[in-house]
């Protein structure tokens, strides 16, 4: 669920930093703005005015509702639901916004609300879709009907992965694609390339595993674990480490290191600013689920050299061929992510070769600033009724 505090909302939205639009942020839940969006004015959500941030409003505001930047005449409204339709509304009606995009599935439903409200026409509407939303739900038949209903009437479809533009037209969408957009909003090249040791990733010994499990839908684990105890003899001199775990993978991560003597560490919460030095120190990283965009881990593990090895039920293989930049795996199938975890931890040519491959990629379709570009252009184009094509 999109909100405030989320890092894909932060980066997604300094995309903008250098623009001068007037954009609003209407979260999905009352917690604090994420603390690299700065300077920002927030809508409440039972009425309130708007409100500046101040270092107070970081640590205390329950009821953020949107993050507004300066330009002129023109409006770019960014909406995440979904607390409070009629309120979102009123900010609509008041604002009257050139666009208004709704990142993901669940704040579609709070912006087709809240267009029931909307006296007014309703402005130019981008629905989003952050990774498994068409992919996942829209195989379900609670979601399916919303969702063909949004598709209907939203005018533009953005998403991190042509699969997802292939479903959205299945279920009847008919109008713009937005560019073909990782949600991280890609990455600083040259500074990821400064974290990177001088020593080859095969020389690497550092293994990193997302540790979503019983706190998501999607999150498997508890399958990359047990394909790690099952590697344990290839494991010794390797620090594993799983992050984002909650307390039944912390309970997982203590009895493997106790029945396999493997070293192997949970953490609830690595900050932003580390993770991508972890990477950069790591021989292969795991990540296992039952649905997903591109994985922003996997795009970390691409850039820093890492050696990927990622579910197929993402859209990893838009990123990776199968054996060459990285391994696919059914995130289900123990043997198969032990399979992929032996190959990666003895086969030092593969993994060196990989991370050529990687930084090649990574070159033409991660960086930050031709991303800024793409992305500025494309809202331009939206805002202005012009034709947006998808230059991916």
Same mark, same amino acid.
């Given at each position: 669920?999109? &909100?405030?505090? &989320?890092?894909?909302?932060? %980066?997604?939205?300094?995309?903008?930093?250098?623009?001068?639009?007037?954009?609003?942020?209407?979260?999905?839940?009352?917690?604090?703005?994420?603390?690299?969006?700065?300077?920002?004015?927030?809508?409440?959500?039972?009425?309130?005015?708007?409100?500046?941030?101040?270092?107070?409003?970081?640590?205390?505001?329950?009821?953020?509702?949107?993050?507004?930047?300066?330009?002129?005449?023109?409006?770019?409204?960014?909406?995440?639901?979904?607390?409070?339709?009629?309120?979102?509304?009123?900010?609509?009606?008041?604002?009257?916004?050139?666009?208004?995009? +709704?990142?993901? !599935?669940?704040?579609?439903?709070?912006?087709?609300?809240?267009?029931?409200?909307?006296?007014?026409?309703?402005?130019?509407?981008?629905?989003?879709?952050?990774? &498994?939303?068409?992919?996942?739900?829209?195989?379900?038949? +609670?979601?399916?009907?919303?969702?063909? !209903?949004?598709?209907?009437?939203?005018?533009?479809?953005?998403?991190?992965?042509?699969?997802?533009?292939?479903?959205?037209?299945?279920?009847?969408?008919?109008?713009?694609?937005?560019?073909?957009?990782?949600?991280?909003?890609?990455?600083?090249?040259?500074?990821?390339?400064?974290?990177?040791?001088?020593?080859?990733?095969?020389?690497?010994?550092?293994?990193?595993?997302?540790?979503?499990?019983?706190?998501?839908?999607?999150?498997? =684990?508890?399958?990359?674990?047990? =394909?790690?105890?099952?590697?344990?003899?290839?494991?010794?001199?390797?620090?594993? #480490?799983?992050?984002?775990? %909650?307390?039944?993978?912390?309970?997982?991560?203590?009895? #493997?290191?106790?029945?396999?003597?493997?070293?192997?560490?949970?953490?609830?919460?690595?900050?932003?600013?580390?993770?991508?030095?972890?990477?950069?120190?790591?021989?292969?990283?795991?990540?296992?689920?039952?649905?997903?965009?591109?994985?922003?881990?996997?795009? !970390?593990?691409?850039?820093?050299?890492?050696?990927?090895?990622? +579910?197929?039920?993402?859209?990893?293989?838009?990123?990776?061929?199968?054996?060459?930049?990285?391994?696919?795996?059914?995130?289900?199938?123990?043997?198969?992510?032990?399979?992929?975890?032996?190959?990666?931890?003895?086969?030092?040519?593969?993994?060196? =070769?990989?991370?050529?491959?990687?930084?090649? #990629?990574?070159?033409?379709?991660?960086?930050?600033?031709? #991303?800024?570009?793409?992305?500025?252009? =494309?809202?331009?184009?939206?805002?202005?009724?012009?034709?947006?094509?998808?230059?991916?």
């Amino acid at each position: 669920m999109t &909100s405030p505090h &989320s890092v894909h909302t932060a %980066r997604w939205i300094r995309l903008l930093d250098e623009t001068d639009w007037d954009l609003h942020l209407f979260p999905s839940m009352q917690r604090p703005l994420h603390s690299k969006l700065e300077m920002v004015t927030a809508h409440g959500t039972r009425g309130q005015g708007p409100v500046r941030r101040t270092q107070q409003f970081l640590r205390g505001a329950a009821r953020l509702a949107a993050a507004e930047f300066g330009r002129g005449d023109r409006t770019l409204d960014r909406v995440f639901g979904p607390p409070n339709a009629v309120e979102l509304a009123r900010v609509i009606e008041r604002l009257r916004p050139d666009v208004v995009h +709704s990142m993901e !599935e669940q704040s579609w439903r709070l912006t087709l609300e809240a267009r029931r409200f909307v006296r007014s026409r309703f402005p130019t509407w981008i629905a989003g879709d952050w990774g &498994s939303d068409l992919s996942l739900f829209g195989r379900l038949q +609670s979601h399916r009907d919303t969702m063909r !209903e949004v598709l209907r009437l939203c005018d533009v479809y953005a998403c991190e992965c042509a699969r997802d533009q292939t479903l959205a037209r299945g279920l009847g969408f008919a109008g713009e694609m937005f560019p073909v957009t990782p949600t991280c909003g890609g990455f600083d090249l040259d500074a990821a390339e400064t974290l990177r040791s001088a020593e080859p990733p095969s020389a690497r010994k550092l293994i990193m595993v997302k540790g979503y499990q019983g706190a998501t839908l999607t999150g498997r =684990a508890f399958f990359a674990l047990k =394909a790690l105890e099952r590697s344990a003899e290839l494991l010794k001199g390797y620090r594993t #480490i799983v992050f984002s775990a %909650r307390d039944d993978v912390e309970i997982a991560c203590e009895l #493997i290191r106790d029945s396999a003597g493997i070293e192997i560490e949970p953490f609830r919460h690595i900050p932003e600013d580390e993770m991508l030095g972890l990477f950069a120190r790591s021989r292969l990283s795991i990540t296992t689920n039952i649905s997903d965009g591109i994985s922003t881990t996997s795009l !970390e593990a691409l850039v820093t050299g890492s050696f990927p090895i990622q +579910s197929f039920t993402s859209c990893a293989h838009e990123w990776i061929t199968d054996g060459e930049n990285g391994f696919l795996v059914d995130p289900e199938d123990v043997d198969g992510i032990s399979r992929a975890v032996e190959c990666a931890l003895t086969d030092d040519e593969l993994v060196d =070769a990989a991370a050529h491959l990687n930084a090649e #990629i990574t070159a033409r379709r991660l960086d930050r600033d031709k #991303i800024r570009t793409t992305v500025v252009d =494309a809202y331009e184009r939206v805002a202005a009724g012009v034709p947006v094509n998808d230059r991916q």
